[in-house]
């Protein structure tokens, strides 16, 4: 888990290239070479033409992220996937501008080097950042960390949520991205249609839960600027003090819509130690270690943090709406695979993971009737 500062040490989750999402190492280096401005003083000023070593992270299942390890620094490429569906969903010239944008009022995000809309360069667009170098969980956490250290960093990370919801789009220049009132309206409307877009045969069509969740929409409890990811495993914690977060990664949904909408869809991913085995298996961070919040204590924690207040039966439109979404990503993911797409083995299961979320979101549904 541990990035360490030390030049050439290991980077957790950094493995070899899958072969199918291999690109022309050649190629990106001589577009950083000759675009970005001062590159070789800056990133490899103890050889102007070795190429970097390249490898590829393992986790995450959408946009494709690289290490690229230079003599002097590491940088990380971003580049969409292959066979995706919606490209508008692998916009990364708006990942790119949106952290530009946001440098100087949320110091919590990497610092930019380049974007390359010339797809031609390795058949896609991409851009590359500087590596924020820290603790990133996994799964599990690798390091040792008490109850309390536990604890502090959950407090941690959710005043980094709240402290994003508070930035103003406007001063950093985001306001093109609020589309105005209905933010909840139009979230259950795209993901309901993306599903039926990304459907296969051997998935549920979760007609019961779009249907439920279209008729319980709330309003939008506030328009603010949201990351729309927010997961333990997009976080960066202080290699010195892992229970504090310096940065905040995959930007590639955020946008202006309502915080509470955000929590809804950080809280998919909680599974806390309390949950049954079923949901166990569905775990992929370490939201389950002594010392975390549950899932209650979390929006209650939130919600202090960020002046709101949410009863537990108007919270449910966002629990479920945030298992629906994660839902149709998973579907989304599964699609590629179905269709040969992809053959990464790991997006096999995806389809059974649909099955699961309809089969929790019903369960909560029913539960309030």
């Keep these: 888990m541990t990035d360490s500062p030390v030049a050439g040490a290991p980077v957790a989750g950094a493995k070899e290239v899958r072969e199918e999402d291999a690109f022309d190492v050649a190629a990106v280096d001589a577009w950083l070479r000759a675009t970005v401005n001062g590159f070789e003083a800056r990133f490899a000023s103890t050889s102007t033409s070795e190429l970097p070593e390249v490898k590829q992270f393992s ?10 390890r230079y003599p002097d620094r590491d940088l990380i490429l971003r580049r969409p996937p292959s066979g995706s569906k919606a490209k508008s969903a692998h916009d990364m010239g708006r990942e790119y501008r949106i952290q530009g944008a946001l ?15 010339d797809e031609s360069v390795i058949g896609s667009e991409f851009y590359v950042m500087e590596r924020v170098v820290g603790e990133i969980p996994g799964k599990d956490f690798n390091v040792e960390l008490a109850a309390e250290q536990v604890r502090a960093l959950c407090l941690n990370t959710f005043d980094l949520l709240a402290a994003l919801h508070a930035v103003d789009p406007a001063e950093a220049g985001l306001d093109v991205l609020d589309k105005g009132p209905g933010y909840v309206a139009r ?3 795209g993901w309901s249609s993306r599903f039926r877009k990304a459907i296969t045969p051997d998935v549920p069509d979760l007609e019961e839960v779009m ?15 949201i990351h729309n ?7 960066v914690y202080d290699a010195a003090d892992p229970t504090v977060p310096i940065g905040l990664l995959d930007w590639e949904m955020a946008t202006v819509g309502d915080p509470l909408m955000d929590l809804g869809c950080t809280m998919a991913y909680w599974i806390q130690g309390d949950d049954d085995e079923m949901l166990q298996l569905t775990r992929m961070q370490p939201s389950n270690a002594d010392g975390m919040l549950t899932r209650s204590e979390v929006v209650a924690y939130y919600c202090e943090k960020a002046g709101l207040s949410v009863t537990p039966e108007q919270w449910l439109f966002y629990e479920v709406f945030g298992l629906f979404r994660l839902a149709v990503i998973a579907q989304q993911i599964y699609y590629r695979f179905f269709h040969g ?10 389809g059974i993971l649909v099955d699961m979320l309809d089969q929790r979101c019903r369960a909560l549904i029913g539960a309030a009737s």
């Design 187 to 189: 979230q259950v409307g």
């Design 211 to 225: 249907g439920w969740l279209d008729a319980h929409q709330p309003d939008d409890v506030r328009r603010c600027l």
């Design 341 to 350: 797409q992809t053959t990464n083995p790991k997006f096999a299961p995806f």
């Design 103 to 117: 440098a100087p009022v949320f110091p919590q995000v990497a610092p930019m080097v380049g974007h390359c809309d």
């Design 229 to 235: 990811d927010f997961r333990l495993d997009n976080i």
């Design 59 to 68: 986790a995450g299942a959408s946009n494709l992220t690289y290490l690229l």
